[in-house]
């Protein structure tokens, strides 16, 4: 009864393919030609030219990453910039309203300070921004649909 069985690389020193047949045998996907859109274009030269015209054919192009989520995000400071117009189109008594929601913004970042009070309906905020209305004499609503979970992070 054999116990140790020795390593295949130590016994097959000197041999050019390991046991494995031909060299390109052994070389993950090699014997099949390799992965994916392999095999046009790396044989047969007539098939090159049409290849090569297509510039998306070799190489991989990025990535997706799977349940990421894009927020559009917008600071404090823009909409200071553009709070007369915002005011223009929103009549409303009391404290003017900038519905950040209606305008396609998903989160309030804290960068910037409010020069006036007014009130915030968006999705999300960063505890910053939340502070920084609140101390101008804003409210800040967070408006999130049913069944969706929202966090107050930065």
Do not use: C
């Amino acid at each position: 009864m054999r116990l140790h069985k020795s390593k295949k690389a130590k016994r097959m020193r000197g041999s050019k393919t390991h046991g494995y047949g031909a060299k390109k045998k052994h070389r993950g996907s090699g014997h099949r030609g390799g992965y994916g859109m392999a095999g046009t274009g790396k044989r047969a030269d007539s098939k090159k030219p049409s290849i090569w015209k297509n510039s998306q054919y070799f190489g991989k192009r990025g990535f997706k990453r799977k349940n990421s989520v894009q927020l559009r995000v917008v600071n404090i400071e823009w909409i200071e910039q553009r709070l007369p117009e915002i005011l223009k189109k929103n009549k409303t008594k009391g404290l003017p309203e900038v519905d950040l929601k209606a305008m396609g913004y998903d989160k309030l970042l804290g960068k910037g300070k409010p020069s006036t009070a007014y009130n915030v309906i968006v999705n999300y905020a960063s505890r910053t921004a939340i502070q920084k209305i609140e101390q101008a004499g804003g409210k800040l609503k967070l408006s999130v649909e049913a069944g969706q979970a929202y966090s107050i992070q930065d």
